[in-house]
């Protein structure tokens, strides 16, 4: 059934009674020509592409608990492709365009809202560090703009623009950039999935691999063995779990990141805002709570919560930078588990094992990832090379020394 305001009509009219399910819920067949991990917004978008877009067939998504339910429907909802380095810009320029036609494409409304995203500036050595990346920007295709402190006043009044100890001196705005319903992503894509005839199969773990030579020939799960020529692990935060069963052993760590909403208030931020002294950044749901977030909590962990040591640094972090926030009252607070690799950039590969491809890493930035991911994954998985866009994303550039590392923190995931 395709989605269209006529079709609203009709069914308001006809008292909603031909609505069907978005997709299936079909039972494990005994094998499949691909096997997709994870029933996040990679593993979903890697399976619609590729159907859609590669013209595979057999496909199965397994998901240890309901589509959306990791990281895809817990985090603050951003997209921008505001990235320095050649290893990732034309990647995330490549995902803002694909989310620029996505609701179109998959016929699901996924709210993508391009409210445009500013990082602040504090200092000059920050002025110019913002130019060269706009300037990269730029160069890659994507649309970039420096502002000047009136620029950002006329915007946002209410920000402390003369803080003793973070000035706010302009802004780098990537117009283009905003923000997407993030479970609304997982549900288009599962819809579509669904109906190229990708089999969605949820409350199935895979709890082990089964290699022989080298080779996989299936995947272990909480529902029977299933058979695979090839299998695609897109699990985010348990990658190192779910990648440990086919003893493979990963340049990663798995940490606890934070979000925030606050109570409703009238409208006040139309776009999405980052504080460039500190970690925090801010926009506001269309329902009005203020959505806000910060560092990762800096211990290695799988629960999907967070504790108070943290909360407080983002808050002081919003302080310093609208302090009439303190004024607002927190209502809901979460956590998701991160990939955190040890450059902040992420991984889409083969594996040493033949059939098994892994697409992980991505950090707190793989939401905006979701499409290009899914795509270039999709490509490595029917075509068994890389896309042009993800060539840099290898497991050997650790060995080689080709880190793209966006901060130039070094292998510390708590600082990326
Ligand atoms: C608080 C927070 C804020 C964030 N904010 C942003 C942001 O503003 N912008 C941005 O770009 N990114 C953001 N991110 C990061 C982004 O959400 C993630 O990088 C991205 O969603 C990860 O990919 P995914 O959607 O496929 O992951 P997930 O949705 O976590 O999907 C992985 C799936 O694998 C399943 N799985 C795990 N183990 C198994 C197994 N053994 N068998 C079967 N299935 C398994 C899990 O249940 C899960 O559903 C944020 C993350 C968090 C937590």
Redesign the pocket.
Same mark, same amino acid.
């Given at each position: 059934m395709r989605y269209s305001g006529f079709r609203i009509l009709k069914e308001a009219l006809t008292g909603h009674k031909g609505w069907g399910h978005a997709w299936r819920d079909p039972e494990p067949q005994a094998s499949y020509d691909y096997i997709i991990? *994870? *029933? %996040?917004?990679?593993?979903?978008?890697t399976a619609y592409y590729l159907a859609k877009e590669f013209k595979q067939a057999r496909i199965a998504v397994?998901?240890?608990?309901?589509?959306?339910?990791?990281?895809? *429907?817990?985090?603050?909802?951003?997209?921008?492709s505001n990235y320095l380095l050649d290893g990732n810009e034309p990647f995330y320029e490549f995902s803002l365009k694909l989310w620029e036609g996505l609701e179109q494409d998959f016929n699901y409304n996924a709210m993508v809202s391009q409210r445009g995203i500013i990082n602040l500036i504090h200092t000059d050595a920050a002025r110019d560090a913002a130019t060269r990346r706009g300037n990269a920007m730029i160069l890659n295709g994507a649309d970039a703009e420096l502002l000047n402190r009136d620029q950002v006043r006329a915007m946002y009044p209410f920000l402390n623009f003369d803080n003793a100890r973070f000035p706010i001196k302009g802004a780098l705005m990537q117009r283009r950039g905003g923000?997407v319903r993030?479970d609304a992503v997982?549900w288009g894509y599962a819809r579509g999935a669904d109906g190229f005839g990708v089999d969605l199969i949820q409350n199935?773990?895979?709890?082990g691999m089964r290699i022989e030579n080298g080779k996989i020939l299936g995947v272990e799960?909480s529902r029977g063995f299933i058979g695979a020529k090839k299998v695609g692990v897109?699990?985010?935060?348990?990658s190192s779990?779910?990648m440990a069963?086919a003893g493979v052993r990963l340049p990663m760590e798995s940490h606890?990141?934070?979000?925030f909403v606050s109570e409703g208030l009238k409208p006040l931020i139309d776009g999405v805002m980052t504080f460039g002294a500190g970690h925090f950044?801010v926009s506001q749901s269309d329902k009005g709570g203020l959505v806000f977030?910060g560092d990762i909590d800096g211990y290695n962990s799988y629960a999907q919560r967070g504790n108070l040591p943290v909360v407080e640094d983002v808050i002081e972090g919003g302080m310093a930078l609208m302090p009439m926030i303190g004024r607002a009252r927190l209502l809901r607070t979460? %956590?998701?588990?991160?990939?955190m690799s040890m450059d902040g950039s992420p991984i889409i590969d083969k594996t040493p094992i033949d059939g098994l491809y892994f697409n992980g890493g991505?950090?707190?930035? *793989?939401?905006?990832?979701?499409p290009a991911?899914g795509w270039c994954f999709a490509h490595l998985l029917a075509k068994d090379e890389p896309h042009v866009t993800a060539k840099a994303y290898r497991f050997d550039r650790f060995l080689k020394g080709l880190m793209i590392d966006e901060k130039g923190q070094g292998a510390q995931p708590n600082l990326h």
């Open positions: 991990v *994870g *029933g %996040g917004g990679h593993g979903l978008a397994l998901e240890k608990g309901y589509l959306g339910g990791g990281n895809v *429907g817990r985090n603050t909802t951003i997209i921008r923000t993030h997982a199935c773990e895979v709890t799960t897109a699990v985010a935060g348990s779990k779910v069963h606890v990141l934070q979000a950044y977030g979460w %956590g998701g588990i991160m990939d991505w950090c707190y930035g *793989g939401f905006k990832a979701t991911s």
